[in-house]
């Protein structure tokens, strides 16, 4: 695209602005930068807003830059505009995200114009330059901003003309990405983000959804990423899940039938959406209680205790190695004793109303567990691993509909 900071045609007494006032207007930019982000931000708020959030760096690295191209192009026209032109298109982008029309960011672009005029008249007066070249400077700067509106008109544009299935298809293939698990793709999650605006946040909850999953797309918040169509459906949610959030969700899953993994950062997504979907395999088999929306944090024990059923296998047969000879229904009670002891720490009178037996039948079956286990219950590490087998194969035979 030509540069256009040729004031007017190449005929016109006013002529282009020389390269020698570069020099002058160099010096005001840091100021000048701030004081068009006072006045801007003060005309349209919603862009107060957007400086505040996660895109702010970037927005006002965008405005430095668009102004830093204007002062380089007038000292050298051949100078360069890539990073202006790609900034300008992303404004436009995000603007066609944000659901707004191209007028608000036409009407900044506009006012930075004109308080950049402003200043201008005042350095004029103080180098005492000449109306021609001052009207010289007014022509060329609007100009350029021409420009800018029309290299951001090109990135909103850009993003009208996806369709809706080409957004969705984006979002989701930003999700599997995400999901993919460390080392990850961060080029292709970064180019997928500018692509779809959507910010990559430091935390994420990954929610497991019951197939089929539907979702109230008008409860919901534009900022999920989803799947429902997977065989396992599952959305992510940007940061934590707060009340606002699990209200959100209420509502937008009328089916319910969701769990919430934990919130971590963004490159342990794929460990959220295990461990939430592992809460819904444990709800199927009857070890954790099925509701609406199940939280991966309330069953952390149950999840660790679970985890590696093999394992499990191979620490029950060390820990437990001491009743393995005795006959199934002396071992059955023997080791149901152990498990309300390791629970409760309670006299023989408190666990015998735990296990339905009389306090003297508690005392020879603990007596018995003693003789039979010997240090095994007086180390602290062999007494812990012990109960945390006890607790796991009391999870397990409720997933098998056992007695515990």
């Not at 961060?186 to 197939?211: H, K, M, S, Y």
């Amino acid at each position: 695209m030509a540069h256009l900071i040729q004031p007017l045609d190449t005929d016109d007494p006013l002529g282009p602005l020389p390269q020698e006032f570069a020099a002058i207007m160099r010096p005001e930019l840091p100021s000048l930068i701030k004081e068009i982000g006072v006045e801007v931000t003060r005309a349209y708020p919603e862009y107060a807003r957007l400086l505040d959030g996660p895109n702010g760096q970037a927005i006002r690295v965008g405005v430095e830059q668009s102004l830093a191209s204007f002062v380089d192009l007038v000292a050298d026209p051949t100078t360069p505009t890539t990073l202006r032109d790609d900034m300008c298109r992303r404004f436009g982008r995000f603007e066609a995200y944000e659901g707004r029309t191209m007028d608000t960011l036409q009407g900044a672009y506009r006012l930075g114009a004109r308080v950049a005029l402003r200043r201008a008249k005042k350095v004029g007066q103080s180098y005492h330059l000449s109306p021609t070249l001052m009207l010289s400077f007014a022509d060329a700067l609007f100009a350029y901003v021409d420009e800018l509106e029309s290299l951001s008109r090109e990135g909103f544009l850009e993003v009208q003309s996806q369709s809706g299935e080409q957004s969705e298809a984006l979002r989701r293939r930003l999700l599997h990405l995400i999901l993919a698990g460390r080392p990850a793709p961060r080029g292709a999650i970064a180019d997928l983000c500018e692509q779809t605006g959507w910010t990559l946040p430091d935390e994420v909850t990954l929610v497991a959804v019951r197939a089929p999953a539907a979702l109230d797309r008008l409860s919901a918040d534009r900022d999920l990423l989803l799947d429902l169509s997977d065989p396992q459906p599952h959305l992510l949610v940007p940061g934590p899940l707060n009340d606002a959030r699990r209200s959100m969700l209420e509502q937008a899953l009328p089916a319910g039938h969701a769990a919430i993994g934990l919130t971590v950062p963004t490159a342990l997504a794929c460990d959220s959406i295990r461990w939430a979907r592992r809460v819904l395999e444990l709800v199927d088999s009857g070890v954790i209680d099925d509701a609406p929306l199940i939280r991966c944090e309330d069953h952390l024990i149950t999840l660790w205790l679970l985890s590696d059923p093999a394992l499990l296998d191979q620490l029950a047969q060390r820990e437990l190695a001491a009743v393995a000879g005795i006959s199934n229904t002396r071992r059955e009670r023997l080791i149901e004793t152990l498990r309300i002891w390791l629970d409760t720490r309670g006299t023989a009178a408190q666990m015998g109303e735990l296990l339905d037996v009389h306090p003297q039948t508690v005392r020879y079956r603990m007596r018995s567990l003693e003789t039979i286990f010997g240090d095994q219950l007086v180390d602290p590490e062999s007494r812990f691993a012990t109960e945390a087998v006890l607790r796991a194969l009391r999870l397990r035979a409720r997933s098998a509909g056992l007695s515990p």
